[in-house]
Protein backbone atom coordinates (compact mmCIF):
# COMPACT_ATOMS: atom_id res chain seq x y z
CA UNK A 1 0.00 0.00 0.00
CA UNK A 2 1.03 3.21 -0.67
CA UNK A 3 2.21 5.64 2.05
CA UNK A 4 -0.87 7.96 1.36
CA UNK A 5 -3.07 5.43 2.43
CA UNK A 6 -1.15 4.48 5.10
CA UNK A 7 -1.39 7.84 6.57
CA UNK A 8 -4.89 8.26 5.99
CA UNK A 9 -5.78 4.33 7.80
CA UNK A 10 -3.58 5.68 10.48
CA UNK A 11 -6.13 8.62 10.88
CA UNK A 12 -9.16 7.29 10.36
CA UNK A 13 -8.44 4.95 13.62
CA UNK A 14 -7.40 7.95 15.39
CA UNK A 15 -10.71 9.39 14.48
CA UNK A 16 -8.87 12.70 12.91
CA UNK A 17 -8.78 15.09 9.87
CA UNK A 18 -5.68 15.04 7.46
CA UNK A 19 -4.29 18.01 7.16
CA UNK A 20 -2.57 19.24 3.22
CA UNK A 21 -1.02 22.27 2.73
CA UNK A 22 0.16 23.78 -0.20
CA UNK A 23 2.49 25.63 -1.53
CA UNK A 24 4.42 26.24 -5.10
CA UNK A 25 7.70 24.33 -5.10
CA UNK A 26 10.60 27.21 -5.28
CA UNK A 27 8.28 30.39 -4.96
CA UNK A 28 10.46 32.42 -2.71
CA UNK A 29 13.88 30.92 -3.59
CA UNK A 30 14.79 27.01 -3.06
CA UNK A 31 16.20 28.16 0.38
CA UNK A 32 13.39 29.25 1.50
CA UNK A 33 11.19 26.42 0.15
CA UNK A 34 12.94 23.78 1.60
CA UNK A 35 12.65 25.46 4.96
CA UNK A 36 8.96 25.81 4.62
CA UNK A 37 8.48 22.18 3.72
CA UNK A 38 10.42 21.18 6.73
CA UNK A 39 7.98 23.49 8.83
CA UNK A 40 4.89 22.25 7.22
CA UNK A 41 5.59 18.68 8.37
CA UNK A 42 7.11 20.05 11.61
CA UNK A 43 3.70 21.67 12.64
CA UNK A 44 1.37 19.34 11.74
CA UNK A 45 0.73 18.67 8.10
CA UNK A 46 -0.06 14.72 7.22
CA UNK A 47 0.48 15.32 3.44
CA UNK A 48 2.19 18.34 1.58
CA UNK A 49 1.08 19.68 -1.70
CA UNK A 50 4.01 21.01 -3.55
CA UNK A 51 2.88 23.13 -6.71
CA UNK A 52 5.21 22.14 -10.05
CA UNK A 53 5.77 25.58 -11.46
CA UNK A 54 3.93 25.92 -14.98
CA UNK A 55 3.94 29.08 -17.02
CA UNK A 56 0.48 29.20 -17.86
CA UNK A 57 -1.52 28.09 -14.36
CA UNK A 58 -4.88 28.84 -15.67
CA UNK A 59 -6.61 26.41 -13.41
CA UNK A 60 -5.28 28.50 -10.52
CA UNK A 61 -6.64 31.70 -9.05
CA UNK A 62 -4.78 35.21 -9.23
CA UNK A 63 -2.34 34.24 -5.41
CA UNK A 64 -1.26 30.63 -6.73
CA UNK A 65 -1.01 31.89 -9.81
CA UNK A 66 1.56 34.79 -9.26
CA UNK A 67 3.57 32.43 -7.19
CA UNK A 68 3.99 30.13 -10.39
CA UNK A 69 4.59 32.92 -12.36
CA UNK A 70 7.41 34.10 -9.53
CA UNK A 71 8.64 30.69 -9.11
CA UNK A 72 9.01 30.17 -13.05
CA UNK A 73 10.44 33.82 -13.57
CA UNK A 74 13.16 32.41 -11.07
CA UNK A 75 14.25 29.12 -13.11
CA UNK A 76 12.24 26.98 -11.33
CA UNK A 77 11.49 23.43 -12.94
CA UNK A 78 10.69 20.01 -12.61
CA UNK A 79 14.65 18.80 -11.74
CA UNK A 80 14.17 21.53 -8.60
CA UNK A 81 11.18 19.91 -7.17
CA UNK A 82 12.56 16.31 -7.53
CA UNK A 83 15.82 17.39 -5.39
CA UNK A 84 13.58 19.69 -2.89
CA UNK A 85 11.60 16.35 -2.15
CA UNK A 86 14.89 14.23 -2.22
CA UNK A 87 16.91 16.61 0.50
CA UNK A 88 13.57 16.73 2.61
CA UNK A 89 13.17 12.42 2.05
CA UNK A 90 16.77 12.14 3.90
CA UNK A 91 15.14 13.22 7.04
CA UNK A 92 11.43 12.56 6.87
CA UNK A 93 9.95 9.15 5.84
CA UNK A 94 6.28 9.54 7.29
CA UNK A 95 4.97 12.72 5.75
CA UNK A 96 3.11 12.55 2.65
CA UNK A 97 4.36 14.46 -0.50
CA UNK A 98 2.05 15.27 -3.30
CA UNK A 99 3.21 17.27 -6.38
CA UNK A 100 0.14 19.10 -8.11
CA UNK A 101 0.40 20.97 -11.45
CA UNK A 102 -0.20 20.76 -15.28
CA UNK A 103 0.03 18.03 -17.91
CA UNK A 104 2.78 20.02 -20.41
CA UNK A 105 5.47 20.18 -17.88
CA UNK A 106 5.45 16.22 -17.30
CA UNK A 107 4.65 15.44 -20.79
CA UNK A 108 8.00 17.38 -22.09
CA UNK A 109 9.70 15.24 -18.99
CA UNK A 110 8.19 11.93 -20.17
CA UNK A 111 5.69 9.84 -18.63
CA UNK A 112 8.33 7.04 -18.14
CA UNK A 113 11.13 8.95 -16.59
CA UNK A 114 8.73 11.23 -14.73
CA UNK A 115 7.41 8.44 -12.62
CA UNK A 116 10.91 6.93 -12.20
CA UNK A 117 12.33 9.92 -10.61
CA UNK A 118 9.70 10.81 -8.58
CA UNK A 119 9.50 7.19 -7.00
CA UNK A 120 13.39 8.04 -6.60
CA UNK A 121 12.59 11.49 -5.12
CA UNK A 122 9.87 10.04 -2.68
CA UNK A 123 7.21 11.70 -4.13
CA UNK A 124 3.52 9.69 -2.95
CA UNK A 125 1.40 11.52 -5.36
CA UNK A 126 0.39 12.88 -8.26
CA UNK A 127 -2.12 15.90 -9.01
CA UNK A 128 -2.45 17.04 -12.66
CA UNK A 129 -5.33 19.77 -12.95
CA UNK A 130 -6.14 19.83 -16.43
CA UNK A 131 -5.55 15.65 -16.70
CA UNK A 132 -9.30 14.39 -17.15
CA UNK A 133 -9.82 10.60 -16.34
CA UNK A 134 -10.23 9.19 -19.99
CA UNK A 135 -6.36 11.01 -20.52
CA UNK A 136 -4.88 9.67 -17.56
CA UNK A 137 -4.43 5.83 -18.36
CA UNK A 138 -1.17 5.97 -20.12
CA UNK A 139 0.68 8.23 -16.98
CA UNK A 140 -1.47 5.76 -14.29
CA UNK A 141 0.56 3.16 -15.88
CA UNK A 142 3.67 4.50 -15.60
CA UNK A 143 3.10 5.62 -11.72
CA UNK A 144 1.47 2.43 -10.96
CA UNK A 145 4.99 0.36 -11.04
CA UNK A 146 6.16 2.67 -8.27
CA UNK A 147 2.44 2.76 -6.12
CA UNK A 148 2.48 6.25 -6.72
CA UNK A 149 -0.92 7.56 -6.21
CA UNK A 150 -2.94 9.51 -9.09
CA UNK A 151 -5.47 11.92 -7.59
CA UNK A 152 -8.08 14.04 -9.04
CA UNK A 153 -10.33 17.34 -8.81
CA UNK A 154 -13.75 16.97 -8.22
CA UNK A 155 -16.14 20.54 -8.59
CA UNK A 156 -19.76 20.44 -7.18
CA UNK A 157 -20.26 20.78 -10.98
CA UNK A 158 -18.85 16.93 -11.59
CA UNK A 159 -21.58 14.74 -12.70
CA UNK A 160 -22.84 11.32 -11.18
CA UNK A 161 -21.57 9.61 -14.45
CA UNK A 162 -17.76 11.58 -14.02
CA UNK A 163 -17.70 10.57 -10.23
CA UNK A 164 -18.40 7.24 -11.48
CA UNK A 165 -15.61 7.66 -13.95
CA UNK A 166 -12.92 9.31 -11.88
CA UNK A 167 -13.33 6.70 -8.93
CA UNK A 168 -12.13 3.71 -11.50
CA UNK A 169 -8.94 5.63 -12.16
CA UNK A 170 -8.14 7.74 -9.38
CA UNK A 171 -6.28 6.66 -5.72
CA UNK A 172 -4.90 8.00 -2.22
CA UNK A 173 -7.71 10.74 -2.31
CA UNK A 174 -9.75 13.11 -3.75
CA UNK A 175 -9.27 17.07 -4.11
CA UNK A 176 -12.95 18.66 -3.58
CA UNK A 177 -12.84 21.77 -4.85
CA UNK A 178 -15.53 24.42 -3.37
CA UNK A 179 -15.95 26.41 -5.88
CA UNK A 180 -18.34 28.86 -3.16
CA UNK A 181 -14.77 29.36 -1.42
CA UNK A 182 -13.08 31.60 -4.30
CA UNK A 183 -13.81 34.69 -2.55
CA UNK A 184 -12.71 33.63 0.80
CA UNK A 185 -13.77 31.92 3.85
CA UNK A 186 -16.44 33.74 4.98
CA UNK A 187 -18.42 32.81 2.16
CA UNK A 188 -17.69 28.84 2.22
CA UNK A 189 -21.26 26.89 1.88
CA UNK A 190 -20.34 24.36 4.83
CA UNK A 191 -23.99 22.92 3.83
CA UNK A 192 -22.92 22.59 0.24
CA UNK A 193 -19.95 20.96 1.08
CA UNK A 194 -21.59 18.68 2.88
CA UNK A 195 -24.48 17.72 0.38
CA UNK A 196 -22.14 17.26 -2.59
CA UNK A 197 -19.36 14.97 0.14
CA UNK A 198 -22.38 12.52 0.87
CA UNK A 199 -23.11 12.70 -2.89
CA UNK A 200 -19.75 11.93 -3.87
CA UNK A 201 -19.33 9.05 -1.51
CA UNK A 202 -22.02 6.82 -3.41
CA UNK A 203 -19.11 6.87 -5.85
CA UNK A 204 -15.76 7.65 -4.50
CA UNK A 205 -14.44 5.01 -1.65
CA UNK A 206 -11.12 6.91 -1.45
CA UNK A 207 -10.43 9.90 1.09
CA UNK A 208 -11.55 12.97 0.01
CA UNK A 209 -10.21 16.10 0.84
CA UNK A 210 -11.60 19.40 0.44
CA UNK A 211 -10.06 22.82 -0.54
CA UNK A 212 -10.70 26.29 -1.57
CA UNK A 213 -12.08 29.42 1.28
CA UNK A 214 -10.11 27.59 4.22
CA UNK A 215 -8.61 30.56 5.81
CA UNK A 216 -8.80 29.75 9.78
CA UNK A 217 -9.27 27.39 12.49
CA UNK A 218 -13.45 27.65 12.69
CA UNK A 219 -14.08 26.79 8.98
CA UNK A 220 -11.33 24.08 8.91
CA UNK A 221 -12.83 22.28 11.71
CA UNK A 222 -16.32 22.54 10.20
CA UNK A 223 -15.23 21.40 7.16
CA UNK A 224 -13.61 18.77 8.66
CA UNK A 225 -16.15 17.38 10.92
CA UNK A 226 -17.13 14.92 7.37
CA UNK A 227 -14.70 15.83 5.19
CA UNK A 228 -11.47 13.24 5.50
CA UNK A 229 -8.76 15.78 4.72
CA UNK A 230 -8.88 20.00 4.96
CA UNK A 231 -6.31 21.84 2.34
CA UNK A 232 -4.95 25.36 2.41
CA UNK A 233 -2.97 26.45 -0.40
CA UNK A 234 -3.92 30.33 -1.05
CA UNK A 235 -3.13 31.18 2.69
CA UNK A 236 0.45 30.14 2.65
CA UNK A 237 1.34 31.07 -0.85
CA UNK A 238 0.12 34.81 0.20
CA UNK A 239 2.75 34.45 3.57
CA UNK A 240 5.34 33.29 0.95
CA UNK A 241 4.87 36.13 -1.34
CA UNK A 242 4.35 38.96 1.72
CA UNK A 243 7.64 37.74 2.97
CA UNK A 244 9.88 36.03 1.14
CA UNK A 245 12.71 38.45 1.63
CA UNK A 246 12.73 37.42 5.16
CA UNK A 247 13.37 33.71 5.35
CA UNK A 248 13.08 33.62 9.97
CA UNK A 249 9.79 35.84 9.97
CA UNK A 250 7.92 33.49 6.90
CA UNK A 251 8.76 30.28 8.43
CA UNK A 252 7.40 31.50 11.88
CA UNK A 253 4.68 33.03 9.75
CA UNK A 254 3.67 29.51 7.90
CA UNK A 255 4.02 27.97 10.91
CA UNK A 256 1.75 30.10 12.82
CA UNK A 257 -1.02 30.37 10.54
CA UNK A 258 -0.56 25.71 10.24
CA UNK A 259 -1.30 25.53 14.21
CA UNK A 260 -4.44 28.21 13.24
CA UNK A 261 -5.73 26.43 10.26
CA UNK A 262 -5.27 23.07 11.38
CA UNK A 263 -8.42 20.82 11.63
CA UNK A 264 -6.86 19.13 14.41
CA UNK A 265 -4.16 20.22 16.29
CA UNK A 266 -1.44 18.08 16.47
CA UNK A 267 1.07 18.19 19.82
CA UNK A 268 4.54 20.03 18.31
Same mark, same amino acid.
Given at each position: ????? &?? /????????? $?? *??? #?? $?????????????????????? +?????????????????? !???????????????? +?? #?????? /???? &??? $?? @???????????? /???? +????????????? @???? +????????????????????? !? *?????? $??????????? !????????????????????????????????? &???? @???????? @????????????????????????? !????????????????? &?????????????
Amino acid at each position: MSRIF &NI /FKKLDEADQ $TA *FIP #FI $TAGDGGLDNCEALVFTLADSGA +DIIELGMPFSDPMADGPV !IAKSHERAVADGIDLH +DV #FAIVER /FREH &NQS $TG @IVLMGYTNPIEV /FGFT +DFAARADEAGVDG @ILVV +DMPPEEAADLKKELDKYQIDL !I *FLVAPT $TTDERLEDISK !IASGYIYYVSLKGVTGAGNLDVDSVNFHLKRMR &NYIK @IPVGVGFG @IKDAQTAKQVGENADAVIVGSALVS !IVEELSSDKDKMVTKVG &NCLLYTSPSPRDS
